[in-house]
């Protein structure tokens, strides 16, 4: 004979327990930890490079590049000037707060002010977990096509800001700002929608003060 | 999607619950999955039995129970299965809608010998 036992416990949660545990402390810390995520080829390295060259004079940054496996990012993004360590997920689709914690403390953020966590490329599983983050940025870049915000909605619901990269091939792309912005609105009604070029560097101001306005304020509580 | 680590912490957490509450030995655990979560119930009995593996739930049996992805229209109100009907209501054409069920992923019951 069996006995049944109901437990009824959702296992998302079990992540959302250490995330909101992790961000508490960072709160606490005034530690500012950006999780950025985006498709694989959406430009996030060539944006955090730009990024890093106009804030590091005023913010100590700190960056984690999740990788399946390879080191070719950090070693891009420390040459930028920031601290950069790699995080191998070892086939995994994405991050959870614990190998966000892990990550932290392999990094050492005693000397940093802002920590970026660049996840997984993909648009589908880094949406599902929250890693403790401040803040949660994507990006989106002009070739992936302006019907993405319909077709991966969760991520869009759960960040706080796109970039929207790559403005600079706007004429040779049949891309609706425009449109893009709807659909985003739609998934996410308080989304914040900055159009940025890594490559000519258009947008990028309006990208850091952003950081700067978010990194203030997580750090005045 | 990621199957694996749903899966290993699920079992880390039917372990604890197990422990706390005195139980050695487990014949059944089933889950709850929802249509809209991501997983794929196929994938993850394989991901389950790999991550069993040296565990007590090494011999236990996985049910899965699947859950209705259902929504409620943004225009007329109407709750319709969102899989069935592609995310279109059946009733206004729509594409608004609010996600009611579906996207749960949770450990439902243990079944454990009297």
Known sequence: MLRTIEIKQSVFESNDRVADALRAELRARGLFLLNLMSSPGSGKTSTLV?????????????VMEADIDSDVDAHTVEKAGAKAIQLHTGGMCHLTADMTRQG???LGTEDVDLAIL???????CPAEF???ASKNAMILSVPEGHDKPLKYPLMFEVCDVMVINKIDVLPYFDFDLDLVREYALRRNPKIEIIPISAKTGEGIDRWCDWLRREVKSWKEG | ?????LAIQAIRNVLEFAQEN???EI?????EIGELSLVVPEYKEEAW?????HTMLENSRLQIDVTPGNGICGDCGRVYNIVANRGVCPGCGSRDKEVLSGREFNIKELLVPE
């Open chain 1, 50 to 62: 730009k990024t890093i060259a106009a804030l590091k004079d005023e913010l100590r940054i700190g």
């Open chain 1, 104 to 106: 932290l403390e392999a």
């Open chain 1, 118 to 124: 660049e996840n997984v490329g993909n648009l589908v």
């Open chain 1, 130 to 132: 929250d890693t403790g």
């Open chain 2, 1 to 5: 999607m990621h199957e694996m680590t």
């Open chain 2, 22 to 24: 005195g139980i050695d």
């Open chain 2, 27 to 31: 014949d059944t655990v089933v889950l």
């Open chain 2, 49 to 53: 039995n790999a991550a069993c593996k």
